[in-house]
Nanobody, 124 residues
Framework: QVLLVESGGGLVQAGGSLRLACTNSARTSSNNGMGWFRQAPGKEREFVAG????????RYEDSVKGRFTISRDRTKNTLYLQMNSLKPDDTGVYYC?????????????????WGQGTQVTVSS
């Protein structure tokens, strides 16, 4: 059983930073890609960033490139998302997810385990 728990969300002013963390209780998924998604009110859940099983390959949604950094510490079974230069459009519930494979897809269907989400609110 994979249990993903996000933390680190909160309220921040535009231009500020937050670091999200996602702990994974099951060591079996350490060989899987991981990803971050977000969902704004009234909108569909969208891909934000993904990382391969060994951290060698990362991918980002265009609007967060250069501002967000995804990383993972396999020894701690923890996934991170460093978010800098935050904008009000970044507001939403952020979810971490475990990929079905060793790489990180950019679609929801590529993931089979999800956390409960953490709220990020960026004020203007």
């Amino acid at each position: 059983q994979v249990l993903l728990v996000e933390s680190g969300g909160g309220l921040v002013q535009a231009g500020g930073s937050l670091r999200l963390a996602c702990t994974n209780s099951a060591r079996t998924s350490s060989n899987n890609g991981m990803g971050w998604f977000r969902q704004a009110p009234g909108k569909e859940r969208e891909f934000v960033a993904g990382i391969s099983w060994n951290g060698a390959i990362t991918r980002y949604e265009d609007s967060v490139k250069g501002r967000f950094t995804i990383s993972r510490d396999r020894t701690k079974n923890t996934l991170y998302l460093q978010m800098n230069s935050l904008k009000p459009d970044d507001t939403g519930v952020y979810y971490c997810a475990a990929s079905r494979s060793a790489v990180a897809a950019d679609s929801i269907s590529g993931y089979n385990y999800w956390g409960q989400g953490t709220q990020v609110t960026v004020s203007s």
